[in-house]
């Protein structure tokens, strides 16, 4: 589960709503987020806008234009938590986000702290966004507003002091796969041989 795009999806439906981000209130946004409900996919849970797909929609250029925003609201970050959380009742979850290990689920098994270098990460945001390989001067402007979003988001991204760091820069996508599902793997086979309380 990809909580960010959670905090998207609010964006998205307050964008439906309410197209003028300055009527913007935290309660506004509260609201908005009756708009979004969570599907379990074969391989991830998708939020959607009015029952219906909207990967493009969240990920599309205003809503992260506004997303930081709708991120730091307290309302807003409960109401995340508490759908990440409800999933993973019902199921075993690998969460991706900001605050996860330190927040949401401060007791998990297993707390993986990524980190990439700003080029590196705009670099692959774009190849992802545009399908294809990106012009120093469009990875340029990306790495500018990654850097100017971290640093709006820094107060929700810290790492957990028993997450495991992994500098990605320099793998591959498949490469970071192994590196955490070996992670994973350990981590279970300690649990079986501890046995229960």
Do not use: C, N
């Not at 003028?20 to 991830?44: F, I, K, M, Q």
Request: charged share 30%; glycine share 4%.
């Amino acid at each position: 589960m990809d909580s960010g795009a959670l905090y998207r999806a609010a964006t998205a439906a307050q964008l439906r709503l309410q197209p003028d981000p300055a009527l913007w209130t935290e309660s506004s946004v509260v609201g908005a987020t009756a708009l979004v409900s969570v599907v379990a996919r074969p391989t991830a849970f998708e939020p959607l806008l009015q029952g219906a797909d909207a990967e493009g929609e969240i990920r599309g250029p205003e809503v992260t234009r506004h997303v930081s925003r709708v991120a730091q609201m307290p309302r807003v970050r409960a109401w995340v938590d508490a759908q990440v959380r409800a999933l993973a009742r019902d199921y075993d979850v690998v969460v991706d986000g900001r605050d996860i290990g330190t927040v949401v689920f401060p007791t998990a098994t297993l707390k993986v702290f990524l980190v990439a270098d700003p080029w590196e990460r705009a670099r692959r945001r774009l190849i992802e966004r545009l399908s294809r390989r990106p012009a120093d001067a469009e990875i340029a402007e990306e790495t500018d507003r990654l850097v100017h979003r971290d640093a709006q988001d820094a107060t929700q991204t810290v790492q957990a002091r028993d997450a495991i760091l992994i500098d990605t820069t320099s793998l591959t996508q498949e490469e970071q796969v192994q590196r955490i599902v070996a992670l994973v793997e350990a981590a279970v086979d300690r649990r079986r041989s501890e046995g229960p309380e």
